[in-house]
């Protein structure tokens, strides 16, 4: 587990420094490290979520770099697997899984995050009777609508677009 510290900590210093490049390709070496760990240093869904957060991190650093596209696959199947038990506690990562997605063309997998990830904010902003909730889950689920459309899945661009008319209406 040092040499995840380490990493992490050569990420900082890059991105202190103004490196952003790379301090993403550190970031990369520290979400791969946590996938090498084993059961007894750490309980496997903490090291794939904090996995997950350290290529979100390094996708968002490598923004317009080469080797994006490499590391949008190994940040595509670390989100795919901590999707596995549903978008609960991950909205924020289904978000901009989905955009991030969008962005390299992928809008049938953006769809899928997107669209899961409104249900659950939807959901969140029903039982809360939250407005700021209720307008983020009608932008989701534009965007999975958006998403949806440009992958031609047009069953999930249908409810998509329904649901965020709903969300429009004012609340019951």
């Not at 790379?22 to 794939?48: H, I, N, P, V």
């Amino acid at each position: 587990m040092d040499r995840i510290g380490i990493y992490q900590a050569l990420a900082r210093c890059h991105e202190k420094l103004g490196d952003v490049k790379s301090a993403g390709q550190w970031r990369r070496k520290a979400g791969s490290a946590y996938l090498t760990l084993s059961d007894d240093a750490m309980a496997k869904d903490e090291r794939q979520y904090l996995s997950l957060v350290e290529y979100r991190n390094a996708v968002q650093d490598l923004a317009g770099d080469p080797s994006l596209k490499e590391i949008a696959g190994e940040y595509k199947s670390v989100l795919a697997e901590n999707w596995k038990g549903g978008p609960e506690g991950l909205t924020h990562e289904g978000l901009f899984g989905g955009v991030f997605l969008m962005g390299l063309g992928d809008h049938a997998a953006a769809a899928r995050y997107l669209f899961d990830s409104a249900e659950a904010i939807s959901e969140q902003a029903t039982e809360a009777r939250d407005p700021a909730l209720r307008e983020a889950a009608r932008r989701a689920y534009e965007l999975a609508h958006e998403a949806a459309m440009k992958s031609g899945n047009m069953q999930v661009a249908q409810v998509a677009k329904v649901r965020a008319t709903d969300l429009a209406q004012p609340a019951p």
